[in-house]
């Protein structure tokens, strides 16, 4: 059972344009962290969030984490082909026996065409 | 600084067999962590290994086992394969924070 559910699981568009990834959950997580990962290798951390409401940047892509602590969401701005990959939420919980114990969404596989 | 290694990269085993991955951990850290990766779907947290012993388990049957090292590298188990084992195999360690991923094997059962 997915605890983490991500939309949508692919999106397919062209160079320049902007897209929004979303990570909703049930659970309240200590912190989310979003992932991408490219054919043939793991999984690579793009970033941690963990003060609800909180924003940040990363070039292109814009992280947003819930107010709620339960959801958020990956933006990209004029996207390139290299943006192309699976992109992972992953939900964190620490304290009592959970140690940093990682719950991964489904993924949402994007590709950018040229 | 060599970062996560995973042996072998591949693997192609037959129903009923048994199997062993490999894991060395990232230069310093002390805990590794393993995940299993169907196609086209999110890592499925297996457990967790934490001064060789099993910290955390996620929900995988007991054909599922592991070892830790003196030296912190681990090993995955999978006793008694099913074709649903077919997947990516995932190693991460870390040491009281962020969890590095390695390459994964690619373990098909047929």
């Known amino acids: 059972t997915q605890l983490l559910e991500q939309s949508p699981q692919f999106l397919s568009i062209q160079e320049g344009e902007n897209l929004t990834v979303y990570c909703n959950s049930s659970s309240v997580f200590s912190s989310l962290q979003w992932y991408r990962q490219e054919p043939g290798e793991g999984p690579v951390l793009l970033v941690t969030?963990?003060?609800?409401?909180e924003v940040k940047k990363l070039k292109r892509l814009t992280f947003q984490f819930g107010d709620a602590r339960k959801d958020s969401s990956l933006h990209i701005t004029a996207a390139q082909p290299g943006d192309t990959g699976l992109y992972l939420c992953a939900g964190v919980k620490t304290g009592g026996t959970s140690y940093g114990k990682l719950t991964f969404g489904q993924g949402t596989i994007l590709t950018v065409h040229p | 600084d060599a970062g996560v290694t995973q042996s072998p990269t591949h693997l192609i085993k037959t129903r009923g067999q048994q199997v062993t991955l490999r894991c060395s951990p990232k230069s310093g850290h002390d805990t590794v962590s393993w995940y299993q990766q169907a196609l086209g779907q999110g890592p499925q947290f297996i457990f967790q290994?934490?001064?060789?012993?099993?910290?955390q388990r996620g929900n995988f049957p007991d054909r599922f086992s592991g070892h830790q090292f003196p030296n912190y590298s681990s090993e995955l188990n999978v006793n008694a394969l099913l074709l649903g084992d077919s997947a990516l195999y995932l190693c991460?360690?870390?040491?009281?924070?962020?969890?590095?991923f390695g390459p994964g094997t690619r373990l098909t059962v047929l």
């Open positions: 969030v963990v003060t609800g409401g």
């Open positions: 290994y934490y001064e060789e012993e099993e910290r």
């Open positions: 991460a360690s870390s040491s009281l924070g962020r969890q590095f």
